[in-house]
């Protein structure tokens, strides 16, 4: 095996406003590896790839590339000094051919049949049948099939002929036998002499392929081992971390009736995928149920479900004693539903909208807030003011565009709508992401309230600890289904991680 | 490689661009004025001409007498009606640019029923083409609606095809069946009579249909602001992901905006054929529907901005007329128009960069 090194960073720090993404860093690939960085979301593992391909610049930090002690810039900078990526989503023309996709930018002007075009589709034909990255060539990509586009991605940096390519996230999109194909190119790849970088948050892949797999958490790089002296039982355990936060104390409460139960859910993602597999679950009144698990295992599908965005395909919903017949959101609000969304300022929030009308999302239907279709305009601003002070939302006035709020005051704003509604089941999604301590505290607190005060909460969450220190219960969610279930005091990390990564089976634990 | 580095070197600042940078959007607005200006006047030198007189000129035509300004008022009409119109679609993020078919769809219907029901009383008639009018640019609008909504067909597409649709059938009207047989083969139909046309103010030809636009104006604004309708279109507008999470059905809003904004470009088309022409004929507009984009878009869908653009513009197209007196083609005004939105739409991208120091 050759040990030439193919890329360095070290000491690499990358700040994000006040947020550090990057901490310290150091992080190594040889030529001739598949080298896999391990993480949940948020990690950190994205924004390091981004500085390598010039996509960001590291607040501070060394990159050496091929020996050269190197900046990068920008992608162009990247691509000549030998860096490939291929990102998630896909940067190609939809109206341009797969060739003409690869060979962009290289000569001003090119039709169509002209000789010059016909080699280069040879030699990328060429290029494609060598390493098995079958597409054709001459059709335009709004044609193809994602599995294509990716292969075209990974054509393009061949043709390139860069020593590193990096895949973020490759096998995301791709149905299990494209995967298994993938895998099987980037062996051959890595026999020619080519450094490949993955970026991951499945086990079973980093054990598949990689040599060396490196794990990442919370911006830091924790481990970095060789695959051979590893086990999909042990990244596990690297991945959530071993240090163990301590519960919030909280009052011991009876169990209620249940409140919500879910049976037997089938949820429909594209490529006729199932999201959610014979998902079920209960929440009882007065209880945190927590979620765990590894993102893209259909938690995202659960609360989209629950709160009326995501039609179903089979199951039973049934929500303070009667049964959810179709999706309907405006249903979900008026039998007491919040929902939390994952994104705030994608799908929570209006960000050019003022204070008062961000409130108003969702009691604006209500007798309180208007009048045969007109908006009581004084009273809601009373009502908003109270709102403000009553959840200590720091806004210079009712009418600031939300997007101007720091992201505590937001997430605030946004617990102020969901809970003065008094809910019956508040569905959070990573309801701290991005937040600093103080903020992520208040989140905490107004969590434990709603449930000290006999209202439940399924709390959604990728962070572990989050999850160990709210919940009463915690379930983990795996392929779209729970394959774990646990009460607070049996809580323990070892055996979550190993759920996370699917090593058990829920027929085991069957009650 | 090595050349590139040097490059770099020489430049002390680079733009960058930085999304979430905030646009003053009324200076913006006013720059992109002064640019299109600025740019046209080359055109109006290259024609052997000194541009300031004739902006002057073409100022001084549009708003420098009586005439000029009731002139400019009956011109902003058609345009405030239908940029209103458009507004509304666009606040939801519907790009309707179908005003020009919706507009000729109403005069149409309106003139149908000075055709059919000739000898109704002034009271019947005009509510009656009021009704066929926004009935039938509606109908218009809902045509570009419904794949848009069902089958996610383009509306840009759909919409600007529908403009030669109606104005063909216009066409149709005015050379065939409609056409007035005592009109010496001019395509038009016969001249409406009194109980068909709206009133006027004095001997000018401001007409009732100044009012139709004042009161839609304030409609429009008491709505967006005041209702739980105008609301939902706000949420939708500034984030149609959160607006689904609030449960608003975003497609039924598509269906009912996409009628009211063709409702109101064939209500533009009534007003035409009763308060102005009086008559349907080839060439009924000079474009109202195509400009009343650009007049949404410098207004930034605001009503007030759309009470000041529908002017201004009403005003260029007078003042078109007017520089013609010193030898110039009227499309002047047709060139400033393009210009000004070409900026505009130019400086929401513009104005994200900003300028750095390299380090």
Redesign the interface.
Known sequence: MTTSVSVEMSRICKKFGKVMANDQVDFSANAGEIHALLGENGAGKSTMMCMLSGVYRPTSGDIRLFGKSVKIRSPKDAA?LGVGMVFQNFRLVQTLTAAENIVLGEKSSFWRGSKWMRDKQEEIRGISEKFGLPFPVDRPIWQLSVGEQQRIEIVKTLYRGVGLIILDEPTSVLTPGEASQLFDTLVQLKAEGKTIILTTHKLKEVMAVADRISVMRKGRMIHTVDKSATSERELAQIMVGKEMTPPREMAKRQKGKSLLSVQHLDVLAELGRKALDNLSLEVHEGEIVGVAGVAGNGQKELAEVL???LPWKRGKIVFNGQEMRTA???N??ESGIS?V?ENRM????????GVV?NL???S??TKER?LL???R?GSNRRWSQTLVEQFDVKTPDLDTPVQQLSGGNQQKLLFAREIHREPLLMIAVHPTQGLDIGATEGVHRLLTNLRNSGKSVLLISEDLDEVLQLSDRILVIYNGGIIGEMAREEADRERIGEYMAGLRDSGEEAV | ?KELAAKRMRLPYRLDYDPSKKINVWWMTIASVLFALAICGIFIAANGMNPFPVYKKLLSGAFGSSFGLTETLVKSIPLLLCGLGVSIAYRISVWNIGAEGQFAAGAIAATSVTIYFPDLPIYLSIPLMIVFGIAAGGFWGLLTAIPRTYFQVNELITSLMLNYVALLALNYFVFGPWKDPKGFNFPGTPMFNEAQTLPVLGDTRLHLGLLFAIVVVLLYAFTIR????G?EL??IG??A???????IRISRHILIVMVISGGLAGLAGMSEVSGVTHRLMYGISPGYGYTAIIVAWLAKLNPIGLVVSSFLFGGLIVGGYSVQTLGLPSSISNMLQGAILFFLIASDTIGKFRLRRND
């Open positions: 000549q709160s009326g965005l309907s959101v405006r979900a609000i929902h969304p994608k799908s929570g929030l209006a960000g050019s909208l009308d108003l999302f969702k604006y239907r208007s279709g007109f908006l305009i | 490689m005041y209702t739980r309708w609301y706000r949420l500034a984030n992901e959160a607006a689904k999470n609030a449960g």
